[in-house]
Nanobody
Framework: QVQLVESGGGLVQAGGSLRLSCAAS????????MGWFRQAPGKEREFVAG?????YYADSVKGRFTISRDNAKNTVYLQMDSLKPEDTAVYFC??????????????WGQGTQVTVSS
């Protein structure tokens, strides 16, 4: 069973930075595409970034967010810089077996709250 545990959320001022982490309890981490999604109040969940055969970003975060992974630690990160109030959301980590990184995801974490104050 795949378990994903996010950490690193919090409250930050606009223009600041946060780094989210997601630890995955899987045997072959390198064979999973890993992604980050977010859901703001009253909105649908949206794709933020994915790491599989390639790296993908939503247009709204390109140049500000960076997804990376440490395969030795079974961990994926989301470095978020130049944060804006509209980045406020619950951020979810996701995993997809043998995925491309830009497709659908099978496994989800519980989410971590990110709040950006203006």
């Amino acid at each position: 069973q795949v378990q994903l545990v996010e950490s690193g959320g919090g409250l930050v001022q606009a223009g600041g930075s946060l780094r989210l982490s997601c630890a995955a309890s899987v045997r072959t981490f390198t064979l999973y595409a890993m992604g980050w999604f977010r859901q703001a109040p009253g909105k649908e969940r949206e794709f933020v970034a994915g790491s599989g055969r390639n790296t993908y970003y939503a247009d709204s975060v390109k140049g500000r967010f960076t997804i990376s992974r440490d395969n030795a630690k079974n961990t994926v990160y989301l470095q978020m810089d130049s944060l804006k109030p509209e980045d406020t959301a619950v951020y979810f980590c996701a995993a997809d077996w043998m995925g491309s990184g830009s497709g659908s995801y099978d496994y989800w974490g519980q989410g971590t709250q990110v709040t950006v104050s203006s």
